[in-house]
């Protein structure tokens, strides 16, 4: 079991209140992810649950409280896809993935074979191979997007956590990243808290979703409860149609507030 409960979690960063009382639970090979407009506190939620900034309220992992695990076993339990993460100068692609092995690894130990070919393994599902031996710091926007994600899942733990992990990538690469993480929750029973802002891929690939504003939850549940237009309209100050295809699922689309319709044209 790898479930993640965060009751009455609250952040506060230089005197402000950036994630306030949020409680929810995610079950075991479920995805829950994050939405909301800019600075509404998604990134410093995920933040807190990976142990990365301090915060009041609970945080359980497995009905252990975040607080009571060591650096190397919450390294073990959870994988942080960060929005920003450094590229270290000087460092291969196939070393950087190989950092993910690093909770299994003792101290001033080596890495084993068992750690190249799980490191390796990711490469290639990322079809990042060909790179490997390339610095990350000659990697694009996309690439290195991918480079992270290899080293995440190299960690192999139960809980991946990903902030904006289709930002830098084409429609091409963002659909096969999101297809992945969602085979490996059917594989491992992998469970998974994302913060996105397409809200369309966020519909399509989680089982709920949770609207933050301001640091407070303001709504929960399914895509269809969630993403309808009054609510993105009230959040987002966005006018959006809401279109539900039997393939495509639930999917917003965009429209100019001061759109027409031509006079040969006829309004759906």
């Known amino acids: ?74 390294a073990r339990a959870i994988a942080l896809v960060p929005q920003q993460p450094e590229r270290p100068e000087g460092t291969r692609v196939l070393d950087y993935v190989l ?28 079809e990042l191979s060909s790179l490997a031996r390339r610095s990350v710091t000659t990697l694009s926007g996309g690439e290195f997007q991918r480079a992270v994600l290899a080293r995440a899942l190299a960690q192999q733990a139960p809980v991946l956590l990903l902030d904006e992990p289709t930002s830098s990538l084409d429609l091409g690469h963002a659909q096969h990243v999101l297809e992945l993480v969602d085979e490996l929750r059917a594989e491992r029973g992998l469970t998974v808290i994302s913060a996105l802002h397409d809200l369309t891929l966020a ?17 929960r549940g399914a895509t269809d409860a969630v993403l309808t237009a009054p609510l993105i309209a009230t959040h987002y100050q966005a006018n959006v149609r809401v279109v539900t295809d039997d393939v495509a699922g639930t999917v917003l689309v965009p429209v100019r507030s001061d759109a027409r319709t031509p006079p040969h044209e006829t309004a759906v």
């Open 1 to 74: 079991m790898t479930d993640i409960a965060l009751a009455n979690v609250s952040v506060t960063l230089l005197g402000a209140r950036v994630v306030d009382g949020v409680s929810a639970q995610v079950p075991t090979g479920s995805w829950m992810s994050l939405i909301g407009p800019n600075g509404a506190g998604k990134t410093t939620l995920l933040r807190a649950v990976a142990g990365g900034v301090a915060h009041e309220g609970r945080i359980e992992f497995d009905g252990t409280e975040l607080r009571n695990t060591g650096t190397r076993e919450r």
């Open 99 to 126: 950092l993910g092995r690093s909770p299994y690894i003792p101290y001033l130990g080596m890495e084993r074979p068992d750690d190249l070919a799980i490191a390796h393994a990711q490469l290639d599902r990322l």
């Open 203 to 219: 519909g399509q690939f989680s089982d709920e979703l949770v609207l933050l504003v301001d640091g407070r939850v303001v709504a």
